[in-house]
């Protein structure tokens, strides 16, 4: 579990984006799009679950891209090439469903860029008709273009500021396109409330629609029961039945409610503990 290469992608406007290449070859070899992993950067430390962004069979390594956003995801920052992580264990939850739909939407939104980048390569080596919409703040902090292009049929791109692409929400682009054509199927990875936001616009298209969600999570095996959410009525474990869910069905308000929970201990923890 050593790390290969690090990579600062963005560190602007408080927001720092970081690239880890780590050999793992067990996971490497076994990791599909859509899956993740959990990892400790030290004994004592918590679990936080990871995307699989990029998995490399022959190098045996895979590649991680998080936002430094609470205490583990600072201290994870701060290990550079060369370092090794505590522990790391994956692939974990359901590969996400690649088949040929037809024509799809994939709706990345801030670090979730990185989280569509391996579903947009398989869903287009299978044949699909991949449009691609991205959403950030501004220019500077939009990342993974040229590689989204590239796995891409068609790329928009929307910024908050208007400083590059049209100025306006992800779902200002998907209800532009939605009115103009059919597509077969949409998927989204970033913040809940664009998440929300897609899912609503959708709907009103009948459109099926997945999201990949980021529930709290502490085992990552389905025994704690930390990262229930509601689908449909059902409840299920992010970590075990997920991470990809119907979006029409997701029980919005309660995952808003449920990943708010600790927010204020974990800014207690990064008062009390910056990280080293
Ligand atoms: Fe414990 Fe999913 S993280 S049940």
Same mark, same amino acid.
């Given at each position: 579990?050593k790390i290969l290469?690090k ?8 927001v720092?984006?970081?690239?880890l290449?780590i050999f793992?070859?067990? +996971?490497a070899t076994k990791?599909q799009?859509g899956?993740?992993? $959990?990892? $400790?950067?030290?004994e004592?430390?918590e679990? +936080?679950?990871?995307?699989?962004v990029?998995?490399d069979?022959?190098?045996?390594? &895979?590649?991680? +891209?998080?936002?430094?956003a609470g205490f583990t995801?600072q201290?994870?920052g701060?290990?550079?090439s060369?370092d090794s992580l505590f522990? &790391?264990?994956g692939?974990l939850g359901?590969?996400? =469903?690649?088949?040929?739909?037809g ?7 801030g670090?979730?860029?990185a989280?569509i980048?391996?579903?947009?390569r398989?869903l ?5 008709h991949?449009t691609?919409i991205l959403g950030?703040?501004?220019?500077d *902090? &939009?990342i993974l =273009?040229? %590689?989204l ?5 068609e790329?928009? +791109? $929307? ?6 692409g049209?100025k306006g929400f992800t779902?200002?682009? *998907?209800? %532009?396109?939605l ?8 998927y989204?990875?970033?913040p809940?409330?664009?998440?929300k ?5 959708s709907?009103e298209?009948?459109?099926?629609? *997945?999201?990949?969600?980021?529930a709290?999570?502490v ?5 704690c ?5 509601t689908?449909s009525? =059902?409840?299920?474990?992010?970590c ?6 119907d979006g ?5 308000v309660e &995952?808003e409610?449920r990943?708010?929970v600790?927010?204020?201990? %974990?800014k207690?923890?990064?008062?009390l503990?910056?990280?080293?």
């Open positions: 579990m290469n990579q600062i992608i963005n560190d602007v406007d408080g720092k984006i970081t690239q290449d793992a070859p067990d +996971i990791g799009p899956q993740f992993v $959990m990892l $400790m950067v030290s004592k430390g679990r +936080i679950p990871l995307t699989l990029n998995t069979k022959t190098k045996g390594t &895979l590649s991680l +891209i998080f936002q430094e995801t201290s994870l701060k290990l550079n060369g522990s &790391l264990v692939p359901h590969p996400t =469903e690649i088949k040929k739909y024509k799809i939407i994939l709706v990345g939104g670090v979730g860029i989280e980048l391996p579903v947009a398989a287009k080596n299978v044949g699909n991949v691609t950030s703040r501004n220019k *902090l &939009l =273009e040229a %590689e292009k590239n796995a891409s049929d790329v928009h +791109i $929307m910024t908050d500021d208007g400083s590059y049209r779902t200002d682009m *998907l209800k %532009e396109l009115r103009k054509d059919k597509y077969d199927m949409i989204s990875v970033g809940i409330p664009m998440m936001r897609v899912a609503l616009v709907k298209y009948q459109t099926k629609t *997945l999201v990949s969600l980021s709290l999570m085992d990552a095996t389905g025994m029961g930390c990262c229930r959410v689908v009525g =059902e409840v299920k474990f992010s075990v039945d997920g991470p990809d869910f029409h069905g997701v029980d919005w &995952l409610k990943n708010k600790y927010s204020l201990q %974990e207690h923890i990064c008062n503990f910056p990280a080293a």
